[in-house]
């Protein structure tokens, strides 16, 4: 069965700085999709940014970008310049067949 | 565009009582996707639905829960007898259709449901 990890319940980082939150998945499956999503205490999940296995670069999305070591099955999630309002869960998850598989998150916290 | 629309946002119910949360997904959106976040955890799958089909019901309780997309209206998953395990946030979230095809999943904003 496809699992996703995410080792690290708690983290935080100063306001502005940058801080990487880390992810391991299972599968035996060779092309997929891998997400971070955040969840601000409003509770909405909201997509952060996706990776496509196949693709060998990494995706980028303005302050946002992932590391992703296929083999090593690694998928973290790198925030530069960070902001108050970054606060939030992030949850890494991975998509099999047409659901998504979660971690069970990291809570972000950023000092002033 | 209005987004996955949820109702109600909180549900009180005491134990024994049956639940109805409902979902309309996105205008366009002709697959539904029913998740369960219990306290401190991260979202897990329940049931996968098109129109007036489940194709996946793997995450589902045996017991006591179901879901249905009709037709006509939002889907609803109803939990009978509910007991206080059941609390958590329920989070429905739709996409376009074609399965193999890769469609981005977009979430509502949760059903909280708190059994007393």
């Known amino acids: 069965a496809q699992t996703v990890t995410q080792s690290q319940p708690e983290m935080s980082v100063q306001e502005a700085e940058t801080v990487t939150l880390s992810c391991t998945y299972d599968t035996s499956e060779s092309d997929y999709y891998l997400f971070w999503y955040k969840q601000p205490p409003s509770r909405q999940m909201i997509l952060v940014i996706r990776?496509?296995?196949?693709?060998?670069q990494n995706a980028t999305e303005n302050r946002f970008s992932v590391n992703f070591q296929k083999a090593a099955k690694s998928f973290s999630l790198k925030i530069s310049d960070s902001q108050l309002g970054d606060a939030a869960m992030y949850f890494c998850a991975y998509r099999w067949v047409q659901k998504l598989v979660f971690g069970q998150g990291t809570r972000l916290t950023i000092n002033p | 565009n209005a987004g996955v629309m949820q109702n109600p946002r909180h549900l009180v119910r005491r134990r024994g009582q049956e639940a109805r949360l409902r979902c309309s997904p996105m205008k366009g959106h002709s697959h539904v996707y029913w998740y369960r976040q219990l306290p401190e955890e991260g979202l897990k799958f329940m049931v996968y639905?098109?129109?007036?089909?489940?194709?996946?019901e793997s995450g589902m309780p045996k017991e006591r829960f179901s879901a249905e997309f009709p037709k006509e209206g939002p889907s609803i998953l109803r939990i009978q007898q509910v007991v206080r395990g059941d609390s958590a946030a329920y989070f429905c979230?739709?996409?376009?259709?074609?399965?193999?095809?890769?469609?981005?999943?977009?979430f509502g904003p949760g059903t909280r449901l708190t059994v007393l």
């Open positions: 979230a739709s996409s376009q259709g074609l399965a193999g095809v890769f469609y981005e999943q977009f």
């Open positions: 639905l098109q129109k007036e089909n489940i194709i996946d």
């Open positions: 990776q496509e296995a196949y693709k060998q």
